[in-house]
């Protein structure tokens, strides 16, 4: 009886593991969704509301998550105690990256965007929010590929592992 049950625990933790490293995969996801969504909030304010990036990112008025938002309200503070954008958004990516499980392919592509930030017309703005936003979807188009593959992996790997274990107990 306790052998048994004792199996079904080692199974389940196993099991826990992988749910665990799935996650993770997962919350990737849910970073870059989240900056997707505020590359595009950023577009719209500045394609129809003519508002300039430093006003958009110490506005509390864009709609969005909470990781983004704290990217915000971090961004918003760097400026307002005298840093430049370029330095507050590159901080700011440093300080948030790892909350949003974003890799250095994500953060990169996030520092790159910030070397063109705010310097041209709104045309120009535009045209270089579009381009980054392209690349997010293609990186988070990655990233659930990535997830899909891996958690079937990862799952399958950790069940039988805890298998192979209780078996090797009994």
């Known amino acids: 009886m306790f052998k048994t049950l004792g199996c079904?625990?080692?199974?389940a933790a196993f099991a826990a593991t992988g749910m665990t490293y799935t996650s993770s995969l997962n919350k990737r996801i849910c970073g870059l969704s989240s900056m997707i969504e505020l590359f595009s909030a950023i577009k719209i304010k500045?394609?129809?509301?003519?508002?300039?990036?430093?006003?958009?990112?110490?506005?509390?008025?864009?709609?969005?998550?909470?990781?983004?938002?704290?990217f915000l309200k971090n961004c918003a503070t760097l400026m307002e105690n005298g840093k430049d954008l370029k330095h507050s958004?590159?901080?700011?990516?440093?300080?948030?990256?790892?909350?949003?499980?974003?890799?250095?392919?994500?953060?990169?592509?996030l520092k790159d965007f910030s070397a063109n930030?705010?310097?041209?017309?709104?045309?120009?703005q535009i045209a270089n929010i579009s381009l980054y936003l392209d690349l997010l979807k293609a990186n988070l188009k990655k990233a659930e590929t990535i997830a899909k593959d891996k958690t079937r992996v990862a799952m399958s790997l950790s069940v039988f592992s805890g298998?192979?274990?209780?078996?090797l107990l009994v």
């Open 117 to 124: 930030l705010g310097d041209s017309d709104v045309g120009g």
């Open 89 to 109: 958004w590159n901080q700011s990516i440093d300080r948030f990256s790892e909350k949003m499980f974003l890799d250095k392919g994500d953060v990169t592509i």
């Open 8 to 11: 079904v625990l080692i199974v």
């Open 46 to 70: 500045i394609n129809y509301e003519f508002t300039s990036l430093p006003e958009i990112l110490s506005a509390p008025s864009l709609q969005t998550k909470k990781e983004t938002a704290d």
């Open 163 to 167: 298998l192979i274990f209780s078996i």
